[in-house]
């Protein structure tokens, strides 16, 4: 029983974040319709990225974090700029290798500042367990959990109240109509690439401050697919229930599978779910089913 | 197709040679002349670089027909290579079968396991598939790493040299012999395949899947034969590769190595059989200039460099190569290279 519910609470704090960085996903695609395969890559820069300004450079909390989010809306300017903008209204095949060429990129830079490829970030959440009942729940779990919900509502406020969301979210409905009313799609383009970049970032921070930098961050990345599948490509909504479907599943399946099956089997649940969505239901829970007309 | 001035087809079979003109017939000839007698002047260390280009071009060769013509984006192709040295390793090591008999199990096992991954092209594409077939690179490196007790998971399993009959492919230019002849077959018959009832139904379906359809193209069928193809293919090359290196084991088939594949061929050119050529030469000429003469150079000259920067800037350079051509030359060197040969054709009348 303990066990179980250690699991349930992890499960649920690791898929709030996967579910952060797939809202990432969704913003590109619902308003520029461009697959952004570089999610894992994303994550693991702007975690390396806060490990030189807190560790190497010693920056203080109040000064190293609006650097790493100057960082992270920076970094996707820049690649919405020179590698997006330059291929709008390309085939999909175009938009979804191009974005694979970035992940390569960024993967060289970060072997190239940081070569020994595994690290701590120091510690943002107190360690102490927490005693409920019976079962000891690590605190920093509960800490992750209660960020991303707060993140979670920022951004539904932000979306549904503020300017800019409202225009973003008019993008995503209708690219045409929101020209015609004179909104700058192309500032709506680059402003949907920061807000990936900035989530993928908060969502880096908050893993790797538990588990450590180390290139399963790219995996984790590659897991907010399953999770941006498994909720429908188009959906904010598919994407906060899935997350910590996903996560659970993973967590669960982790804890409850390992003795019947190899070890490790945690790490590839999520991908054989993938699968499974994909043969049943591809466009996932809540996910648009396109009609095409030829 | 355009056609040098002068030069016209007179008869069907004329109309369909590959090899028109008898300066083709030269040109061409010279060329084979040139490739198989490699041995002769090009040291151990170059035929080494060439018999990779080999196998890597098996592999691009079999992509492309899946991706480049029919449209169907894998970006799991490591992984089909993957099962393919598997394979012919477990059967060559394990059970001691003839090299032969694994190249062709590689191959098929290959081809299934592409099958299995394939089945949700039939719904999907595009993005969805392409998420498809990470999870297939995932799932099979995982299984590889993880089921020990045959594939010698994290360890690594050692592969026997290739044999036919008592003759061992040992040195390394009786292996160029080995797979080079390979691959020219293999391009030969995708260059066939393009052209033919199958080859052009692939072509159909990736211009408009939804339009191929309706005029009567079994998407199910031919989905599924590109994928069997193009996996069969990956098995093919991961044969080679295996029996070639000697000893194999998962780090060496990464997403990163799948991401490279489809670089290849988008910088050689989707959907033409010149574009791998190019892009799988373009690509491994750079990785080893890069890797061997020009980082170490970098390195003795300047010592100040990060310690990264070996490691470091070469997947930059691949990314950036990558991006660059998607930006400014999205049909691949072999569309220059058409426009390289229309100019020397009308030259020096350019109009």
Not at chain 1, 220 to 226: E, I, P, R, V
Not at chain 2, 2 to 14: D, E, H, K, V, W
Request: aromatic content about 14%; hydrophobic content about 55%.
């Amino acid at each position: 029983m303990a066990e179980l519910f250690q699991l349930l609470i992890t499960g649920i704090a690791v898929g709030m974040v996967y579910a952060l960085i797939a809202l990432g996903f969704v913003v590109v695609w619902k308003s520029s319709s461009v697959a952004n395969l570089a999610l894992g890559q994303l994550v693991l820069f702007s975690s390396w990225f806060t490990y030189g300004m807190l560790v190497q450079a010693k920056f203080p909390l109040w000064l190293a974090f609006p650097l790493v989010i100057i960082f992270a809306l920076a970094l996707g300017w820049l690649i919405e700029r020179f590698a997006l903008r330059p291929l709008i209204a390309q085939p999909i095949l175009s938009l979804i290798t191009v974005t694979l060429g970035i992940a390569y990129f960024i993967e060289g830079i970060v072997t190239f500042i940081w070569p020994w490829s595994v690290d701590a970030l120091p510690r943002l959440f107190p360690i102490e367990p927490l005693h409920i009942g019976d079962a000891v729940v690590s605190q920093e779990y509960v800490w992750v959990a209660c960020i991303s919900l707060l993140v979670f509502g920022l951004l539904t406020a932000f979306f549904r109240y503020h300017k800019m969301g409202i225009a973003m979210r008019a993008t995503a409905d209708d690219q045409m109509a929101v020209q015609a009313c004179g909104i700058p799609v192309t500032r709506i383009f680059s402003m949907s690439w920061m807000f990936a970049c900035l989530v993928a970032a908060i969502g880096g921070v908050l893993i790797s401050s538990i588990g450590g930098i180390t290139h399963g961050l790219v995996e984790t990345g590659l897991k907010a697919f399953s999770v941006v599948i498994l909720g429908g490509l188009n959906s904010f909504a598919g994407a906060i229930i899935a997350g910590p479907i996903i996560g659970l599943a993973e967590n669960l399946g982790g804890g409850y599978l390992t003795p019947f099956l190899w070890a490790g089997v945690k790490d590839i649940i999520p991908f054989v779910i993938i699968i499974i969505v994909m043969l049943i239901k591809p466009y996932g829970l809540f996910g648009e089913v396109r009609i095409e007309r030829i | 197709m355009s056609l040098p001035s002068g030069t016209r087809n007179y008869t069907y079979a004329q109309d369909m040679a590959i090899l028109r003109t008898r300066t083709h017939w030269v040109l061409f000839f010279g060329f084979l002349v040139l490739l198989f007698t490699a041995p002769l002047y090009l040291g151990n260390y170059w035929l080494g670089v060439a018999n990779l280009i080999g196998i890597t071009l098996i592999a691009a060769t079999g992509l492309n027909i899946l991706t480049g013509y029919c449209g169907q984006l894998s970006i799991g192709h490591a992984g089909f290579i993957a099962v393919g040295a598997y394979t012919s390793a477990i059967l060559t090591n394990r059970l001691e079968l003839p090299f032969l008999v694994g190249l062709i199990c590689a191959g098929l096992t290959a081809g299934f396991i592409g099958l299995i991954f394939g089945i949700p092209s039939v719904r999907v594409k595009g993005f969805y598939l392409a998420i498809t077939t990470i999870a297939a690179q995932f799932i099979i490196i995982w299984v590889i790493n993880h089921w020990s007790a045959l594939t010698g998971g994290f360890v690594g399993i050692k592969v026997p040299y290739a044999s036919i009959g008592s003759f061992v492919f040992k040195s390394e230019a009786s292996q160029f012999y080995l797979i080079i002849t390979i691959t020219a077959l293999c391009i030969f018959f995708a260059k066939n395949l393009a052209r033919t009832k199958v080859g052009r139904a692939f072509i159909a379906v990736r211009d408009n899947d939804l339009a191929a359809q309706v005029m009567g193209i079994n998407l199910f069928y031919y989905k599924l034969l590109a994928f069997f193809i193009g996996c069969f293919m990956a098995g093919i090359a991961g044969s080679l590769l295996a029996h070639w290196i000697g000893f194999m084991n998962a780090e060496q088939f990464s997403l990163t190595e799948s991401i490279l594949y489809i670089g290849m061929i988008i910088i050689g050119g989707l959907g033409t059989t010149l574009g791998p050529i190019l892009g799988v030469v373009f690509i491994r000429l750079l990785q080893q200039i890069l890797t061997v003469e020009f980082v170490p150079f970098l390195e003795r000259t300047i010592t100040a460099l990060p310690s990264g920067f070996a490691t470091g800037v070469t997947p930059m350079l691949f990314g950036l190569v990558i991006v660059l051509f998607l930006v400014l030359e999205p049909r691949g060197l072999a569309h220059r290279w058409a426009l390289l040969k229309s100019a020397y054709r009308l030259w020096p009348f350019s109009y």
